[in-house]
């Protein structure tokens, strides 16, 4: 007799550790939602940093291929350095993302 009441006990005990799917949740639907915006609206705003003062950085690549080579830059040229420097932004933060679990190992939060 006290098997079964064991047993049975058992199988109370069991069945009430189910867990039941709770689907989506408003708190995981806004962080979803802001996750999402948050980090594109970033990236947007720092491209749109890096993107302003254009026309003077494609001054400076003039003015120091100028200097270096003593003829003007080629549009092809200009257009091909501005595309790396706005693009070194994303790999910067690759980079730097892929760096960052190594460096808090090594100094420490």
Avoid: C
């Avoid at 039941?20 to 408003?26: A, D, E, I, R, V």
């Avoid at 594109?40 to 100028?66: D, E």
């Amino acid at each position: 007799m006290d098997k079964i009441e064991e047993d049975n006990n058992n199988k109370t005990v069991q069945s009430s550790h189910k867990s039941t799917p709770q689907g989506l949740t408003f708190t995981l639907i806004s962080a979803a939602f802001f996750g999402a915006l948050g980090s594109s609206y970033l990236y947007g705003y720092n491209l749109s940093v890096v993107n302003a003062p254009a026309i003077y950085i494609k001054r400076f690549y003039n003015k120091t291929w100028m200097e270096r080579y003593e003829e003007p830059i080629g549009a092809e040229t200009v257009t091909l350095l501005w595309s790396v420097t706005v693009s070194i932004f994303a790999i910067g933060g690759l980079v730097g993302a892929l760096t960052v679990p190594f460096l808090i190992k090594v100094f420490g939060r």
